[in-house]
């Protein structure tokens, strides 16, 4: 079935450090990747996507590369600011299985003055 | 603003109740969808609905009940059956390309 790994957090890192959140998958086919973010107490929200090999997603500084020969889709921004300590879940989802999103754990980013 | 919306943002349960959480979206979306989250934990699929009256269980389905007699609207019943109810509830629904959630509904049992 499909499934989706991210790394456990927390992540701590101080204002302007590089941020980097792996994550891989395991799907047949094709898959579409997703980021989502989930600021506290409130839901989530798309921060970015790739439907296909080798599309990147970007968004807000943050990218992510879809890579089917490693099935990762790590997310990375060059320089993270306190705004942006909340929690990230890596998603996928196909077509054939109803457009179902199936998440990672979500890695929770502290980010520090 | 079209959107989706859940509702009360929190719930207080006694044990050996019923509750219903109320999602609602205008995005004319077909598909919905009901997550459970758990603190410190990911998402996991409760129900999900790709047409009107009809839905599938999802990862998690038991102790839970849906409905949709509406496009609009995806209500989840939280029964007496489910043992841990205690948790944060997200409705989120998908156009073709990406899913929208709503803003969680915490249930708490009491």
């Known amino acids: 079935g499909n499934s989706v790994t991210q790394m456990e957090g927390p992540v701590t890192l101080s204002e302007e450090a590089f941020l980097t959140i792996n994550c891989t998958y395991t799907a047949t086919g094709y898959p579409s990747l997703f980021w989502y973010v989930q600021y506290p107490g409130e839901g989530l929200q798309l921060l970015l996507k790739?439907?296909?090999?080798?599309d990147k997603g970007s968004n807000k500084g943050f990218e992510a590369t879809y890579r089917k020969e490693t099935t990762s889709f790590h997310l990375e921004k060059g320089s993270v600011q306190v705004s942006d300590s909340a929690v990230y879940f890596c998603a996928l989802s196909r077509s054939n299985a109803g457009n179902m999103l199936t998440f990672g754990g979500g890695t929770r980013l502290m980010v520090k003055p | 603003d079209g959107g989706i919306t859940q509702s009360p943002k929190y719930l207080f349960r006694k044990e050996g109740q019923n509750v219903t959480l109320s999602c609602e979206q205008n995005?004319?979306?077909?598909?919905m969808y009901w997550y459970r989250q758990d603190p410190g934990q990911g998402l996991r699929l409760i129900y999900y609905s790709q047409i009107v009256n009809d839905f599938q269980k999802g990862d998690i389905a038991e102790g839970y009940s849906v409905s949709r007699e509406k496009k609009e609207s995806f209500p989840l019943t939280v029964t007496s059956a489910q043992k841990n109810p205690t948790a944060f509830y997200l409705c989120a629904s998908r156009g073709q390309t990406e899913a929208f959630f709503g803003q969680g509904t915490r249930l708490t049992v009491v």
């Open positions: 995005l004319n979306h077909d598909a």
């Open positions: 790739a439907t296909k090999a080798d």
